[in-house]
Every structure is written in structure tokens, then in C-alpha cells.
């Protein structure tokens, strides 16, 4: 099995260098891109959906790189960021997996009686507080004391493999009147430790994905378990948010509807009365990366189906339409811990460029459909006692920050309103979905502005991972409300030679493991970097023209600043 693993890490290693030998090469043509941005026409607020992020191991907040990661994530900008992770009810001791982690919430004694055990809880919570970090709580899995199934319930399964997500954690509990009491002790718990104006703030979800194999019981099983587990949350305060079903596959089929009748004129299985409470609605999203002909190319036209489709299952309830809603799981593909030819894009910069480009369609998917969308959670945290850069799908690597974390870090410097732009070479949602972004590439912005300071963050993508000839931006802002006199320009960029540790390791040779001199360096090479100094630049009739290269894939800022 050693050896298996190993000849699947060095394939895997392979395929990563090639596909970030063929993004490097250089290119000798370039093409023209004119970006129009209208600073007086806005068009939404900037809602930070982009605040979200989360994990399948809730153990790893804690260890070394985990808290490191934490705490550049409570970086991020106001308002705070959440995080979301499973397992939190899984029993154990700590121990945790690839795809799997555990707690000591509850147990029972040789007659029945309940223990409850918050230590490893607190220990995570206390972690993301402490960073700036806000809990997404989620009511799940089933403890093993409580699980219809715990016969083949996972204990310490193999840090380097994945754990089965279908064993006896998945299952209904034998007992509702100990789910519900679970649900209430943990929340009335949370209260007393954190305070009532704290706890309010989070959202309580339940369970993970029960349209597939996370859940072994029916679809009215899990309408039950959301009615019980909504019910202890609330006896213990009754201000909590509390929110569901988060589906996989978008409205998962049926699911999603079946699950929002439910809520609204459904038999709530614990009072008897017409409806349950529901605060915020929940699904998930992914694309569908392929690897053909030597290289990986992304399926984000799945992903904005995925959206599009839930979305259009919410705007049909006229009582729900309103409620905020978040992707509990929005990501170039599904399964973080997997290692496959098509995931070799994780490391370098089409990562960074695909997430700059799908997070700016979310806001338009969602205004065709006239619903709220409050948030858009990535999946994808570090994986911790990995090597560095060993291809899994995360912010960042053995404590090195990866270039996708740079384009949250450009995120966190938006705020305000969004503004109205136009681009030459700028593909829409609704093409994006029917298509993807196989011929032309897709270079386009998303613009904000608030109190004396304008923001443009742009990018070139393509869903092909191949080289390709710069886009020439020419960027014409219109429109400000400094009519006359002077701004400060910070140009922020990600691109092979800048906000990118991978492309300096590989520069350096690739060398493990690393000396200290060579991880300092490379944490360096991971953070936001500057295109160049801040400069001062002049504004006439409230008109700023900019010019610049920017490579396929690369992913840029500006944002100027005034009095």
C-alpha cells in the first residue's frame, strides 16, 4: 500500500510540474481588451458572499498550519468570516482523516444516559473566535452511541487515506428524543460559553448533503432529523439562525423542493403544526475539471448550473424568495482530499483566475433570478502533515499560502456598491453556463466603490490550462466622484512571478524538503504583491485611463484612493 501511494503522489507530482510548465511558457502575441467601468452607475451592493470557507476535517483548525491559515483568514475584512466543517458530532477522540474528523460530544453509559463532552467543541470554536472567525455550526454526524448503524462506525482510519463517508455516522439516530436533547445541550451550551449576542450570529445548519451518501435514511427521515435538530436549537435560543438542506448537485434532484414544501406547509414532525423554521436555505455547487490531451480543462458551465437551477427552486416559493441564501460548497469540483489527473490546477494560478471569474457571475446569476445571496462558501481549507504543494484542493500548503488565497485577499478590498461594467473581451453568466469558456477567453471585471476608494478587480481566464496569448487591458473609469486632482493607484497581481509560492518553488527547483531560508522565502513569494509601487495618478473630469499586460490566467487589483 506504501508503495502505491507513493507512485500515486510522484504521478500526481508529474502532472502538476507539466501543467505549470505548459501555464509558464511564454507567449509572443497578445490581443487588445478595452474594460469600461462606470463608477456612477451602481448596480447591487457588494455583498461579501466570498467570506465563507470550510472543511471536511474540523480537527485540523487547531494543529500548527491550520491556526496559521485561521488566522490569515480572520484577516479578511469585515463583516467576519465564517467557517463551516463536518464532523463536528462524529465520535472519537480527536482523531481525524483524509474527508474525516471527530469529536467527544456525546456517549452514553452502560444504562442509556447521555454524556455530553464538549472539550474538543470548545477547542475548535475557541480557535476560529480567537482568529476572527465566526462558527457555521453543522448539526452532524450522528455519534455513535445514538447512530442506528454504529457497527461499522470509522475509528482512526489511516491520516492518508480517505474514510468512508457512508459508515455508521450517516445514518438516523435510534432515538429522536436524544437527537433533539443533543441539539439543545450543545446550543445551550455555546450560549452560556460565548453569550446570546454572540451565538446569534452564527448560523446552525444541519447535516451535509443528505440527497447522496452522507445520509442512509429518506428524504421525510431527514425532514425529521431538521425539525428535531431545529427544535433543540431554538428551545435553547430561540434568535438562532438556523437554516438547511445544503444539497449536493445544486436542488439535488427533488430534494431541495421536496425540503422547502416541507418548511412551509410540511407536518413539522416534533410540534404537529403546519411548517418549520428555516432562516437561511443551503445547497451545493461544483464544476467538473476533466484532464484531455495532456492537460486539465475546467467545467465551470456545471458549476453555474448547479446555481442556476437551485436558485430558480427558491425564487419559485414566493414566501422564501427573500430569505439570504448560502452555497454551502461552491468549488471547481467536488472532493478537496482527491488527487486525480484532473485536479493538477490547484497549485498555481488557473485556480486563483477560476475563482476571481465565478464568484463575479454568482452576483448575476443571482439578479436574473431575484433572489438573496449572502454568501458563497469555498470548500477548501489545508491539509495538515502534508508536503508542500502535494495537489490537494486548499488556500494553502504546509503553512505556504497558495495564489488562491491572494484573490481573497483582493476580495477583502472591496466593499460599498457594485458598479456597471463592460468588457470587450467579457463573457456573461448565461454563456459561462450554456458553454463554457472554450473558445475566446473570458477577460472582465468587477468593480466596487465606497467612501473615497474605487476597486477593480480583473481577470484572464480561460477553462483550458494552456498557454495563450496576454490581454493588452486598456481600462477606462468614468464617472468618479473626484472630478479634478490627484489618486493613489496600488496595483495588486497574481501571476506566475507574483502572489505565487508554487511557481517560485518550482523556480528554485522544487526541493524537499525545504531549509528554513528556502520556506522563508516561499512564504514571502505567497503573499498579495504589488504590479510595481503605489503611484499617483491624475484624474481629469472624473476620467482615469489605465494600461497593462495581463497573462491568461493572471489575476489583478487596482484600487485607488482619494480624500
Known sequence: MKRAIQGTTSLFSALLLASAALADSATNTSFPVTITVDTARPIGKMTPIWRFFGADEPNYAYMKDGKKLLSELGKLGEPQVY?????????????????????????????????????????????????????????????????????????????????????????????????????????????????????????????????????????????????????????????????????????????????????????????????????????????????????????????????????????????????????????????????????????????????????????????????????????????????????????ASAGLDLPVLNVFRMFGQMSGQRLAVESSAGLDARTILKSGVRGNPDVSALASLDHGKLAVLIWHYHDDDVPGPDAEVELALAGLPLAQGEVKLTHYLIDSNHANSYQAWLRMGSPLPLSGPQFSELEKAGQLAMNGPPEKVRVEDGRVNRKFKLPRQAVALLVMEWN
Open 83 to 395: 467557517f463551516r466543517a463536518h464532523h463536528l458530532l462524529t465520535s472519537g477522540d480527536g482523531a481525524y482523516a483524509l474527508k474525516w474528523g471527530s469529536t467527544s460530544a456525546y456517549k452514553e453509559d452502560a444504562n442509556g444516559t447521555p454524556i455530553y463532552d464538549w472539550t474538543i467543541n470548545d477547542k475548535i470554536f475557541d480557535t476560529y473566535l480567537e482568529r476572527g472567525l465566526k462558527p457555521y455550526v453543522q448539526l452532524g454526524f450522528m455519534p455513535e452511541a445514538l447512530t442506528t448503524h454504529p457497527e461499522n462506525y470509522p475509528h482512526h482510519p489511516p491520516v492518508n487515506e480517505k474514510a468512508p463517508a457512508d459508515a455508521g455516522q450517516s445514518y438516523p439516530p435510534k432515538d429522536y428524543a436524544k437527537w433533539v436533547e443533543l441539539a439543545f445541550q450543545w446550543a445551550r451550551h455555546c450560549v452560556e460559553k460565548y453569550g446570546k449576542a454572540e451565538v446569534e450570529k452564527w448560523y446552525w445548519e444541519v447535516w451535509n448533503e443528505p440527497n447522496i451518501s452522507y445520509w442512509h435514511g429518506s428524504h421525510a427521515d431527514y425532514f425529521k432529523l431538521y425539525d428535531y435538530a431545529v427544535d433543540g436549537v431554538r428551545r435553547a435560543l430561540p434568535s438562532a439562525r438556523v437554516g438547511g438542506p445544503e444539497t449536493a448537485g445544486g436542488p439535488g434532484g427533488k430534494f431541495l423542493r421536496e425540503f422547502m414544501e416541507h418548511c412551509a406547509r410540511g407536518t413539522n414532525g416534533v410540534s404537529g403544526r403546519i411548517g418549520s423554521p428555516l432562516d437561511f436555505i443551503s445547497f451545493h455547487a461544483k464544476g467538473a475539471p476533466v484532464f484531455t490531451n495532456g492537460h486539465v480543462r475546467m467545467g465551470m458551465a456545471n458549476q453555474f448550473r448547479n446555481i442556476n437551477d437551485a436558485f430558480a427552486v427558491i425564487a419559485s416559493f414566493p414566501e422564501f424568495k427573500a430569505l439570504p441564501i448560502v452555497i454551502g460548497e461552491s468549488d471547481p469540483e467536488g472532493c478537496a482530499a482527491c488527487r486525480e489527473p484532473r485536479d493538477a490546477y490547484r497549485n498555481g494560478t488557473m485556480y486563483s483566475s477560476y475563482t476571481a471569474a465565478s464568484f463575479a457571475r454568482e452576483y448575476e446569476l443571482a439578479a436574473q433570478q431575484g433572489v438573496n445571496l449572502e454568501g458563497a462558501l469555498t470548500w477548501a481549507f489545508e491539509f495538515e502533515g502534508q508536503a508542500p504543494f502535494a495537489g490537494f484542493r486548499q488556500l
